[in-house]
């Protein structure tokens, strides 16, 4: 099976200078090097975006300038595997957001990175590879994975838990996909949800992400949602709970929706399942039209509100979406 990498940017290819690391490693000779003798060598092609980046830089456009490269090396041949090679900082952004762009794609897509450029000895960037490549060829993984230290995670329950372990991304409410061993240990596949056909591409919408903290008050809440967004992710406590006692607050949060602002509330937990009506602190919100996030992870929520956003959908109509399934992003009660 042929395999198309495309080259985001990301530690995995960068070099030092005096300003730090950059871009700038010979990425394809590396490759071409590191697959020498082995069933994939004449197998790979690859392309670097233009410009490189460090995936700090990223915004929708950088997620839709990685779903065109795919879907035109697609059209040459839809037989095709893909990989992209992608910063870790917010990989798990991308690979969300792919997840829901391509759910039409023919294609298994795998995205990797590494914590260590690929010219660093001990680096993880040729195990990452190598197993992305791996799993994208498996002929076991429908949509987007995400592939590190060892494991294959779904792309849209991935989440960056380390800035410097090799094991640097976990999926805290869902199993991982496989596990590399010698054979590889694969998991039954998970849901892969009602899909979206003819998405519209990726535009940079106004959504914010507001983390609650003890005292907070209306008036800082009211100042950060001014002028108010398309839409808020609230991070709040638990299952969803936004302090019930503190004057005002709620009605920051009301007068948000009347204006048109989808409000879709996450939690601050590694793991959570946000119940909006579990606790009074929850059920106001969600009575005012508030949505919870259920067991997504932050970088499924804020990827899908922009994909949605970017579908032309607004406020109450956008919330209502969140719920939903499109690829797999979340456990829909049974
Ligand atoms: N800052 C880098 C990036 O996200 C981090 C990495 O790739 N390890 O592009």
Redesign the pocket.
Known sequence: MRVHLTYA????G?VDSPRG?VPGADLEGWLAHLLDGTDLAEAVTMTSLDPL????NATPLSWQAIAEDLRAHAAEDPDRAFVVL??????AYTSAALSYALTDFPCPVVIT????PLGVVGSDAAPNVTGALRAATSGRLNGVGLFFGHRLLAGNRATKTSSWAFQ?FDSPNAAPLAVTGGPWQWAPAPPRGAGWPTPQPYARHDVVVVDLAPGITAARLEALLTPRPEAVVLRAFGVGNVPSQEPGLAAVLERAISAGTAVVVASQCHQAEVLLGHYESGDAVARMGAVGSRDMTLEAVYAKVQFLASQGLTGGELAAQMGRSIAGELTEPS
């Open positions: 940017g990301g530690t995995i960068m690391l980046i460090d995936s700090s992608h910063g870790t900082d917010t990989m990175g590494s914590q260590l640097g």
